[in-house]
């Protein structure tokens, strides 16, 4: 009876959180910080290894490899961050336009929006 209860209680607890707080802040909710860190690392790693590979220089190749990381994860962070911001204002301006489209519904507004989208001759 008491390895029962003991089965049950296991089968209750919920799947550990995997989250990552740094700063009292869940990385895992930020816009483009996975793939930035993953390239970055990526790339850190493989620059390092070239840079070994041909000026056989341990220090120096980690030296690379670290300033590599940082300039890879700085430049995909800025990058992907910017078509984050468009994309975000594009939805934005769509949704107002919806709304807007919502509010003239049925209306004789959006007959006469209708009528000056098919006689614009720049539409077609």
């Not at 700085?74 to 709304?99: A, D, G, N, P, T």
Request: charged share 25%; aromatic share 12%; net charge positive.
């Amino acid at each position: 009876m008491a390895e029962q209860s003991a089965d049950n209680n296991e089968l209750e607890k919920p799947p550990p959180d995997k989250s990552l707080i740094i700063f009292g802040r869940d990385v895992s909710k930020i816009p483009c910080f996975r793939n930035s860190f993953l390239y970055g690392i990526y790339g850190g790693l493989g620059l390092g290894l070239g840079h070994f590979m041909f000026k056989s220089r341990p220090l120096a190749a980690c030296n690379f490899a670290v300033y590599s990381f940082c300039g890879v994860t700085l430049v995909y962070w800025i990058q992907c961050r910017y078509k984050y911001s468009q994309m975000k204002f594009q939805m934005l301006q769509m949704q107002e336009l919806l709304r807007r489209q919502t509010v003239f519904e049925g209306t004789h507004v959006e007959k006469e929006l209708d009528d000056s989208i098919k006689n614009d001759p720049k539409v077609s």
